[in-house]
């Protein structure tokens, strides 16, 4: 399977037009009403949620997308309202194999160019280990996306070993996305859940890693949003571990080169300092399609980049990950 030339994008979603009917599950579940041919809406609680169009689910659609655009080969992922990791884990569970079903057939209509992230049910480890090993070993996925936090259990909690040790042994890749229903409800009366909210939701679940015990390596644990609000703190985490009398240990700075982010920071500055956080090697581009917060065109944040780590972003970057299932440059 051969990748073309042109831009790997990381990060954009995907969702069939229909969802599994989850009312005989406890729990609040989202739908989809589709009400055209190319039109539909996500559904929670009886309001709309998310109106959406055959971007997310016409491989087609994306295809003419992309090579409008110079984008060889996309990474798609669930949206993240759909990863419910906060819901009761039977009705999970039926909607993240749902998904990844759906993601199978979406990528399978165009090989060497759609290439998946699959949904897992994280509220329950077991399950979501099951489910992980479904979608790297028998679907061919890269790996899966995962949210900032399962309710009230952080990342670094060692009830979530079994899913972390799992994604290390098969190299998964692991995009932690963080979901705005989980964000502070301030933030969203303020008006600035995307803003700040994001970011901030996707720092503490991340500095809550880099300051906690070690996990095993072997999976590439990607950030999103050019890891969030993460890399300015960075700075400010390595002081905090010393004022706790824990400076003999890993720096989180010198931890943070472990992870992976995306491009998507919307400004050149912001990308600088996302590459100084984690290296040249371990920034991949992302655009957030097809919704209204994707950066368009793809890669704009590179222009007047250094040519060569425009390149390893945009494409270089990104070819180990592909190469995992056989994909090759």
């Known amino acids: 399977m051969v990748v073309p030339e042109g831009i790997i994008d990381v990060h954009t979603h995907a969702m069939a037009d229909r969802l599994p009917d989850l009312a005989a599950h406890p729990g609040e579940w989202p739908s989809v009403e589709?009400?055209?041919?190319?039109?539909?809406?996500i559904m929670r609680n009886g309001a709309v949620y998310r109106e959406i169009d055959d971007r997310c689910w016409s491989a087609a659609r994306r295809l003419r997308d992309m090579d409008a655009e110079g984008v060889a080969a996309q990474v798609v992922s669930p949206i993240p309202v759909t990863l419910c990791h906060e819901q009761p884990a039977d009705g999970a569970a039926v909607l993240a194999a749902a998904q990844n079903d759906f993601l199978a057939d979406l990528v399978a209509q165009a090989p060497g160019r759609l290439f998946a992230l699959g949904a897992v049910p994280l509220?329950?480890?077991q399950r979501a280990v099951a489910e992980l090993?479904?979608?790297?070993?028998?679907?061919?996925f890269l790996g899966v996306e995962i949210g900032t936090r399962v309710g009230d259990v952080e990342l670094n909690d060692p009830v979530l070993d079994p899913f972390f040790d799992a994604a290390a042994d098969r190299g998964a890749f692991v995009l932690v996305h963080p979901v705005d229903l989980t964000l502070d409800p301030r933030l969203a009366k303020l008006g600035i859940g995307f803003g700040l909210g994001m970011p901030v939701e996707t720092a503490t679940a991340a500095a809550g890693l880099l300051t906690g015990r070690p996990r095993r390596p072997g999976m590439r644990l990607c950030l999103a949003h050019g890891g969030g609000a993460l890399p300015q703190i960075l700075p400010r985490l390595d002081r905090g571990m010393v004022l706790a009398g824990r400076g003999d240990e890993p720096a989180p700075s010198v931890r943070a080169r472990e992870l992976w982010c995306d491009s998507l920071t919307y400004e050149s500055a912001s990308l600088d300092l996302s590459v100084t956080r984690f290296g040249a090697g371990h920034v991949l581009l992302g655009t957030d399609y097809p919704f209204t917060a994707r950066e368009s065109p793809p890669g704009a944040v590179l222009d007047g980049v250094d040519a060569s780590l425009a390149a390893a972003i945009r494409r270089d970057n990104a070819l180990p990950l592909l190469d995992r299932i056989g994909a090759t440059a």
């Open 34 to 41: 589709r009400y055209s041919e190319t039109n539909a809406r």
């Open 123 to 125: 509220q329950d480890p």
């Open 133 to 140: 090993l479904r979608c790297v070993d028998e679907l061919g």
